[in-house]
């Protein structure tokens, strides 16, 4: 209980901190900035004083203290400002008919897809099964932690991997709150922001009703043309159909066989990456405070974005590397449109409305994110990538062969991955450009975002960040959602021209199943899919660990993904799975060689032993099946502390 208290409270202080940063916006605006940035102060600020002190009640305590303090003093002097507006100018059916369905969505998705209870064992969906163990052994082994903390699946090695979206619900663990509820509960309120956010950031840039259903329904029911290979498939065997809800990763959406892998966003996004979640729920708030500073020109509204941008490297870097090319896309279109000179007003330069006053305020910008965001980089994201070696030139994302040669024709790929609105993106674009003014004096910033959205769509192309190739979606998904306004505002524009066209509706119709089915095939599969993860055994054995040995112990274990040690108890094992090792740039050949070794050789391995502090030994089906344990010298030479089904966890003797 008291670790949802203390959720609730990073909440609530973050709710009075943007009404009291922000009393022009409405109120549905405001709640929801404010819940994200409740979400942001209780990542970030027990992690500042655990540098201090360590990762424990503390440290969180201390980090609500001044989540409070800050929230009351922001109140306090911003009293006088405070302004009583309507909950939101959008028709009140249109938030609820969208955010409502996702929202049950999202919630029946992260109960079903996160350790769901099955006679002692632990299931998980599709999605999940692959991803949710890293965050889990983060989450759990952050409990207590020296900061900046180390992987527990590397001992002695920089948890580079941005891990603050994890923290919060190691936060909630150290105050109580069962593994399982606690990655629930935070994973269905940043999914609701994460849609509350879009309506209202499509709202705010269309003042469109229909644009802002149709981006809404393109951006999260996403997928290209792979129901048509889906269906080739069912025409020629019927029960082809029926794998596409039972076979493991055989939705239209992600078939890399087939070279398909836009995948929809709910499902392979949102659900297993937990971090781009994170990054998605800070993000959303900071393409509305770009919008809505460059619409008024307000330098507060700049620092604030700064500051909020500063906040995201270890949030997702993705994220933060896409909001920085955005935002040069908008200082360019900023830059281009303002007067090359006027009259300042308020005797301050940037309060003027000429091309000097809009770039010092993006220079504001860029110094306040910068001054926040290096240490971060310098300290995780940079060193990582560099020492991993996955910075390289690689045209055309995935799309492109080792030997250079493309899989698809270029058009052709993108068409059948994203979909015909591919081919929308640039008469979207120009659209904008003739579309009529939002008010007296400022045009609509649709161009503004579809110069930005260009920007990261030229480095994905171009640029692989990580060892992992498909990584780069990351920044291509943001492209697409800074283009789903624009792309909701063009179709409804085509529709009003079409008007009188005898089967108009038809076609509007044909289009839009045509753009979401294969999304909704995917999501289909996914509410259905069932997995087991771990056990029973390996629940009990995780709980008998959790419950009998320190915090700080290092045990022998398999390098298997699944890894109930690892994931369900946060200790520390030797060498943790390749699948998310390789992928993080580490070099770990020395442990996983060392590892073999010692369940191998136990006997001739004592300096190995005590090299790595090897405490405790497990035993299951999966070491059993990895390697040649020497289970009769561990018999003999250790103690035997826990014995269930096929698992056994020998404590070290001396």
């Known amino acids: 209980m008291l ?14 901190l943007m009404d009291a940063l922000l009393p022009g916006a409405q109120r549905l605006t405001r709640l929801w900035l404010g819940l994200c940035a409740g979400l942001m102060l209780m990542m970030w600020l027990p992690t500042l004083f655990a540098f201090f002190l360590r990762f424990d009640r503390a440290a969180q305590l201390l980090g609500l203290g001044a989540a ?5 003093a922001c109140a306090f002097l911003n009293r006088s400002k405070l302004r009583r507006r309507g909950w939101t100018d959008m028709p009140a059916w249109l938030p609820i ?5 996702l929202a049950l969505l999202g919630a029946y998705l992260q109960y079903t897809h996160t350790l769901r209870a099955v006679d002692g064992a632990l299931h998980v969906g599709q999605s999940t099964y692959g991803d949710l163990c890293l965050h889990l052994g983060i989450a759990t082994s952050l409990r207590g932690a020296a900061y900046p903390p180390h992987y527990s699946l590397l001992p002695g090695t920089l948890l580079g991997y941005p891990f603050l979206a994890d923290g919060l619900v190691t936060t909630m663990l150290l105050f109580g709150s069962a593994l399982a509820p606690a990655f629930i509960v935070t994973g269905t309120l940043m999914m609701v922001l994460v849609y509350t956010g879009f309506v209202i950031f499509c709202w705010d840039l269309t003042r469109s009703r229909a644009a802002t259903v149709v981006a809404t329904a393109l951006m999260f029911v996403n997928g290209g043309l792979g129901f048509v290979y889906a269906l080739d498939g069912v025409m020629r ?12 990763y055989l939705t239209p959406t992600n078939q890399p066989a087939l070279n ?6 709910i499902c392979d996004m949102m659900m297993p990456q937990r971090t781009l ?20 020109g307000d330098a507060k509204r700049f620092m604030l974005l700064g500051a909020w941008a500063g906040a995201l490297p270890m949030i997702h870097t993705h994220s933060f590397l896409a909001l920085g090319l955005l935002s040069a896309g908008a200082l360019a279109h900023c830059a281009l449109k303002a007067p090359k000179s006027a009259r300042q007003g308020g005797g301050s330069p940037l309060a003027g409305e000429g091309r ?4 010092l305020r993006f220079a504001l910008y860029a110094g306040v994110t910068l001054a926040l965001a290096l240490p971060q980089l310098l300290t995780w994201a940079v060193p990582q990538t560099v020492k991993g070696g996955s910075l390289q030139f690689r045209f055309n994302w995935v799309n492109n062969r080792d030997d250079g040669r493309l899989i698809d024709g270029y058009c052709w790929f993108w068409i059948k991955n994203v979909g015909l609105i591919w081919l929308m993106m640039v008469p979207a674009a120009l659209q904008g450009r003739r579309a009529r003014r939002d008010g007296p004096e400022r045009p609509r910033l649709i161009p503004m975002f579809a110069l930005g959205a260009l920007m990261i769509y030229i480095v994905a192309e171009l640029i692989q960040f990580q060892p992992n190739e498909y990584d780069n979606n990351k920044l291509f998904y943001v492209a697409y959602m800074a283009m789903m306004p624009a792309i909701g505002a063009y179709l409804v524009a085509l529709w009003n021209r079409l008007k009188g066209l005898p089967g108009r509706a038809l076609l509007a119709t044909v289009f839009l199943a045509a753009a979401t089915l294969s999304g909704a095939l995917s999501i289909g599969r996914e509410v259905v899919s069932d997995y087991q993860l771990f056990s029973a055994d390996e629940v009990s054995a995780a709980a008998f660990i959790e419950e009998n040995t320190p915090q700080d112990s290092v045990i022998l274990t398999g390098n298997q993904h699944n890894n109930a040690v690892a994931a369900l108890t946060g200790r520390n094992i030797v060498c943790g799975t390749g699948s998310y090792l390789y992928y993080h740039g580490l070099d770990y050949g020395a442990q996983q060689d060392d590892e073999r070794t010692m369940f191998e050789y136990p006997e001739d391995s004592a300096a190995l032993f005590e090299q790595y502090g090897v405490r405790y030994v497990y035993v299951s089906g999966h070491e059993r099946g990895k390697f040649a344990v020497d289970e009769a010298w561990f018999a003999d030479h250790c103690d035997l502390l826990f014995a269930e089904g096929n698992v056994c966890l020998y404590a070290m003797r001396g």
């Open 68 to 72: 409070a303090l800050l929230a009351g």
């Open 356 to 359: 000097g006053a809009t770039l």
């Open 277 to 296: 979640l994170g990054g998605w729920m800070a993000l959303l708030p900071a393409l509305w405070l770009l919008m809505s500073a460059a619409r008024e």
């Open 237 to 248: 065997d019927a029960s082809a159909f029926r794998e596409i809800f039972t076979g493991f």
């Open 260 to 265: 398909l892998r836009w995948v929809n966003v």
């Open 3 to 16: 670790g949802y208290l203390v959720l609730l409270g990073f909440l609530l202080s973050g709710v009075v």
């Open 97 to 101: 008919a969208l955010i409502v369905p």
